[in-house]
């Protein structure tokens, strides 16, 4: 399961070695939540992995979670739950 709008977001994949093709893979943060919904271990591994690596941002996977349509509403508690652990709290001065 893809966020809606995952389409318009695809990434162009284009160089020498691919001559005389081309391909379009996922965005990185889009794949990340499919990896998510998915919540098998060795997906919320590559998740963290990507996170940790700051290959993708806690705050657009979050954006990210809210596109997706017609989830399980455990599931997207799930999914919320996991990002928030990754997002900065409220500033307490």
């Known amino acids: 399961m ?6 318009d977001r695809l990434v162009l ?3 020498d070695n691919t001559q005389p093709g ?3 893979a996922l ?3 889009d794949c990340v939540v499919s990896k998510l919904v998915a919540g098998r271990e060795k ?10 690596a700051g290959l ?4 657009v996977v979050a954006e990210r ?3 997706l349509v017609d989830l399980h509403p455990l599931v997207m ?7 928030a652990a990754y997002q900065p709290g409220p500033d307490v001065s």
Do not use: C, N, Q
């Open 27 to 29: 965005d990185p943060h």
């Open 13 to 15: 994949v284009e160089s």
């Open 22 to 24: 081309r391909g379009y």
């Open 43 to 52: 997906d919320t591994k590559f998740a963290d992995a990507l996170l940790r």
């Open 77 to 83: 508690k799930r999914l919320r739950d996991w990002i």
């Open 2 to 7: 893809l966020p809606d709008g995952w389409r």
């Open 65 to 67: 979670i809210e596109l």
């Open 56 to 59: 993708v941002k806690p705050g």
